[in-house]
Protein backbone atom coordinates (compact mmCIF):
# COMPACT_ATOMS: atom_id res chain seq x y z
CA UNK A 1 0.00 0.00 0.00
CA UNK A 2 1.60 2.84 -1.30
CA UNK A 3 -0.17 5.68 0.63
CA UNK A 4 0.33 8.76 -0.82
CA UNK A 5 2.81 9.17 -3.55
CA UNK A 6 3.86 12.79 -5.07
CA UNK A 7 6.68 13.57 -7.70
CA UNK A 8 9.02 14.91 -8.32
CA UNK A 9 10.86 15.18 -4.93
CA UNK A 10 13.07 18.27 -5.96
CA UNK A 11 12.66 21.02 -8.23
CA UNK A 12 14.12 24.12 -9.58
CA UNK A 13 12.29 25.93 -11.67
CA UNK A 14 12.93 29.68 -13.50
CA UNK A 15 11.10 32.80 -13.20
CA UNK A 16 8.30 32.35 -15.26
CA UNK A 17 8.20 28.99 -16.12
CA UNK A 18 4.99 26.30 -15.35
CA UNK A 19 4.89 22.69 -14.17
CA UNK A 20 2.76 20.39 -12.42
CA UNK A 21 3.56 18.76 -9.24
CA UNK A 22 1.74 15.54 -9.04
CA UNK A 23 -0.20 13.51 -6.05
CA UNK A 24 -1.55 10.37 -6.26
CA UNK A 25 -3.16 8.15 -3.65
CA UNK A 26 -4.19 4.54 -3.59
CA UNK A 27 -6.92 4.46 -0.50
CA UNK A 28 -9.88 5.44 -2.22
CA UNK A 29 -9.86 8.18 -0.49
CA UNK A 30 -12.77 11.13 -1.11
CA UNK A 31 -10.61 14.41 0.36
CA UNK A 32 -7.52 15.68 -1.34
CA UNK A 33 -5.27 19.06 -0.41
CA UNK A 34 -2.22 20.01 -0.91
CA UNK A 35 -0.52 22.52 1.36
CA UNK A 36 2.66 24.41 1.44
CA UNK A 37 5.57 24.55 4.22
CA UNK A 38 7.40 27.91 4.69
CA UNK A 39 9.36 28.50 8.05
CA UNK A 40 7.55 29.75 11.25
CA UNK A 41 4.20 29.13 8.93
CA UNK A 42 3.53 26.06 9.27
CA UNK A 43 1.54 24.60 6.33
CA UNK A 44 -0.95 26.88 4.83
CA UNK A 45 -3.88 25.15 2.28
CA UNK A 46 -3.43 25.79 -1.27
CA UNK A 47 -6.27 23.80 -2.65
CA UNK A 48 -8.32 21.00 -1.62
CA UNK A 49 -11.03 18.57 -3.44
CA UNK A 50 -13.90 16.71 -1.88
CA UNK A 51 -14.25 14.42 -4.79
CA UNK A 52 -13.61 13.70 -8.44
CA UNK A 53 -14.68 17.03 -10.37
CA UNK A 54 -15.25 19.21 -7.21
CA UNK A 55 -12.37 21.62 -6.11
CA UNK A 56 -12.18 24.57 -3.85
CA UNK A 57 -9.49 27.43 -2.89
CA UNK A 58 -7.73 27.12 0.42
CA UNK A 59 -5.85 30.05 2.23
CA UNK A 60 -3.48 30.82 -0.32
CA UNK A 61 -4.44 29.82 -3.52
CA UNK A 62 -2.88 32.74 -6.20
CA UNK A 63 -0.82 30.99 -8.65
CA UNK A 64 -1.83 28.31 -8.23
CA UNK A 65 -4.58 25.67 -10.20
CA UNK A 66 -5.57 22.39 -9.49
CA UNK A 67 -8.13 19.64 -10.91
CA UNK A 68 -9.70 16.23 -9.95
CA UNK A 69 -10.59 14.11 -12.71
CA UNK A 70 -10.31 10.96 -10.90
CA UNK A 71 -10.11 10.03 -7.27
CA UNK A 72 -6.74 9.14 -7.34
CA UNK A 73 -5.04 11.83 -8.59
CA UNK A 74 -4.48 15.59 -7.60
CA UNK A 75 -2.34 17.29 -9.74
CA UNK A 76 -0.60 21.01 -8.39
CA UNK A 77 -0.09 23.10 -11.30
CA UNK A 78 2.38 26.67 -11.56
CA UNK A 79 0.98 28.75 -14.04
CA UNK A 80 4.34 31.14 -13.87
CA UNK A 81 6.27 30.37 -11.27
CA UNK A 82 7.54 33.28 -8.89
CA UNK A 83 10.19 33.71 -6.32
CA UNK A 84 7.41 33.30 -3.76
CA UNK A 85 6.49 30.04 -4.34
CA UNK A 86 9.77 28.32 -3.29
CA UNK A 87 8.58 26.27 -0.46
CA UNK A 88 7.62 22.82 0.20
CA UNK A 89 4.12 21.04 -0.82
CA UNK A 90 2.73 18.34 0.73
CA UNK A 91 -0.13 16.55 -0.56
CA UNK A 92 -2.57 15.06 1.55
CA UNK A 93 -5.26 12.74 1.77
CA UNK A 94 -8.55 11.60 3.95
CA UNK A 95 -11.27 9.34 4.47
CA UNK A 96 -14.28 10.63 6.08
CA UNK A 97 -13.56 12.26 9.50
CA UNK A 98 -10.68 10.03 9.93
CA UNK A 99 -6.78 11.92 9.69
CA UNK A 100 -4.78 13.07 7.07
CA UNK A 101 -2.40 10.77 5.54
CA UNK A 102 0.02 13.53 3.99
CA UNK A 103 3.27 12.52 0.93
CA UNK A 104 6.14 12.78 1.54
CA UNK A 105 6.71 16.20 -0.34
CA UNK A 106 8.04 18.65 -2.75
CA UNK A 107 10.87 21.01 -2.37
CA UNK A 108 10.46 23.56 -5.18
CA UNK A 109 12.77 26.23 -5.62
CA UNK A 110 12.13 29.20 -8.05
CA UNK A 111 15.60 31.24 -8.97
CA UNK B 1 -3.13 37.16 11.44
CA UNK B 2 -2.59 33.34 12.52
CA UNK B 3 -5.79 31.81 14.13
CA UNK B 4 -3.21 28.66 15.48
CA UNK B 5 -0.08 30.15 17.40
CA UNK B 6 3.08 27.81 18.61
CA UNK B 7 5.38 30.50 20.64
CA UNK B 8 8.15 28.50 20.87
CA UNK B 9 10.31 27.66 17.51
CA UNK B 10 12.14 24.93 19.47
CA UNK B 11 12.50 22.95 22.84
CA UNK B 12 15.12 21.08 23.94
CA UNK B 13 14.34 18.23 26.91
CA UNK B 14 16.42 15.39 28.93
CA UNK B 15 15.75 11.85 28.06
CA UNK B 16 12.88 10.36 30.43
CA UNK B 17 11.92 13.24 30.70
CA UNK B 18 8.58 15.31 30.21
CA UNK B 19 8.22 17.01 26.96
CA UNK B 20 5.13 20.22 27.19
CA UNK B 21 4.49 21.33 23.68
CA UNK B 22 1.87 24.54 23.89
CA UNK B 23 -0.70 25.71 21.11
CA UNK B 24 -2.79 29.21 20.97
CA UNK B 25 -5.85 29.41 18.75
CA UNK B 26 -7.90 32.30 18.47
CA UNK B 27 -10.78 31.19 16.31
CA UNK B 28 -13.71 30.12 18.77
CA UNK B 29 -15.59 28.22 16.52
CA UNK B 30 -12.45 25.56 16.38
CA UNK B 31 -13.57 22.83 18.05
CA UNK B 32 -11.71 19.69 17.06
CA UNK B 33 -7.84 19.69 17.08
CA UNK B 34 -4.65 17.52 16.40
CA UNK B 35 -1.22 17.04 17.07
CA UNK B 36 1.11 16.34 13.75
CA UNK B 37 4.59 14.99 14.20
CA UNK B 38 7.02 15.23 11.28
CA UNK B 39 10.64 13.93 10.17
CA UNK B 40 12.88 15.75 7.81
CA UNK B 41 12.18 14.83 4.59
CA UNK B 42 8.76 13.04 5.78
CA UNK B 43 5.30 14.15 5.26
CA UNK B 44 3.77 15.05 8.76
CA UNK B 45 2.25 11.88 10.45
CA UNK B 46 -1.01 12.06 12.40
CA UNK B 47 -0.11 11.50 16.02
CA UNK B 48 -3.32 12.19 18.31
CA UNK B 49 -6.43 14.30 18.21
CA UNK B 50 -9.08 15.91 20.83
CA UNK B 51 -12.25 16.59 20.40
CA UNK B 52 -13.71 20.24 22.71
CA UNK B 53 -16.20 17.99 24.29
CA UNK B 54 -12.91 16.68 26.28
CA UNK B 55 -10.27 18.16 28.00
CA UNK B 56 -7.76 14.98 27.60
CA UNK B 57 -6.98 12.51 25.50
CA UNK B 58 -4.26 10.00 26.34
CA UNK B 59 -2.43 7.62 23.91
CA UNK B 60 0.72 5.76 25.03
CA UNK B 61 3.22 8.35 26.04
CA UNK B 62 1.00 10.90 24.30
CA UNK B 63 -1.43 13.04 26.57
CA UNK B 64 -3.26 16.21 24.68
CA UNK B 65 -4.73 18.91 27.14
CA UNK B 66 -7.24 21.16 26.06
CA UNK B 67 -8.29 24.20 28.00
CA UNK B 68 -10.84 25.97 25.73
CA UNK B 69 -11.35 29.20 27.98
CA UNK B 70 -7.97 30.14 27.37
CA UNK B 71 -8.14 28.73 23.93
CA UNK B 72 -4.78 26.89 24.76
CA UNK B 73 -3.86 23.28 24.26
CA UNK B 74 -0.92 21.29 25.08
CA UNK B 75 1.11 17.90 24.18
CA UNK B 76 2.62 15.92 26.66
CA UNK B 77 5.31 13.52 25.98
CA UNK B 78 6.08 11.09 28.87
CA UNK B 79 8.59 9.96 29.19
CA UNK B 80 10.77 11.75 26.24
CA UNK B 81 13.06 9.60 23.90
CA UNK B 82 15.46 10.53 21.41
CA UNK B 83 13.28 8.92 18.94
CA UNK B 84 10.57 11.58 19.89
CA UNK B 85 12.84 14.53 18.06
CA UNK B 86 10.93 16.26 15.35
CA UNK B 87 8.59 19.19 14.51
CA UNK B 88 5.64 18.82 16.16
CA UNK B 89 2.77 21.10 14.42
CA UNK B 90 -0.50 21.16 16.01
CA UNK B 91 -4.10 21.84 13.89
CA UNK B 92 -7.90 22.88 14.55
CA UNK B 93 -10.17 22.97 12.19
CA UNK B 94 -14.29 23.40 12.46
CA UNK B 95 -15.58 20.00 12.84
CA UNK B 96 -14.30 16.49 12.75
CA UNK B 97 -12.60 16.23 8.69
CA UNK B 98 -13.22 19.88 8.43
CA UNK B 99 -10.62 22.06 6.95
CA UNK B 100 -7.44 22.07 9.23
CA UNK B 101 -5.29 25.21 10.38
CA UNK B 102 -1.65 24.65 10.87
CA UNK B 103 0.39 26.37 13.71
CA UNK B 104 3.95 26.93 12.62
CA UNK B 105 5.40 24.27 14.52
CA UNK B 106 7.83 23.73 17.41
CA UNK B 107 11.53 21.72 16.92
CA UNK B 108 11.55 19.42 19.87
CA UNK B 109 15.52 17.62 20.63
CA UNK B 110 15.02 15.31 23.25
CA UNK B 111 18.50 14.47 24.25
CA UNK B 112 20.36 11.58 25.47
Known amino acids: NAGVTQTPKFQVLKTGQSMTLQCAQD?????MSWYRQDPGMGLRLIHYSVGAGITDQGEVPNGYNVSRSTTEDFPLRLLSAAPSQTSVYFC??????????FGSGTRLTVV | DQQVKQNSPSLSVQEGRISILNCDYT??????FLWYKKYPAEGPTFLISISSIKDKNEDGRFTVFLNKSAKHLSLHIVPSQPGDSAVYFC???????????FGGGTRLMVKP
Open chain 1, 92 to 101: ASRLGNYGYT
Open chain 1, 27 to 31: MNHEY
Open chain 2, 27 to 32: NSMFDY
Open chain 2, 91 to 101: AASEGAGNMLT
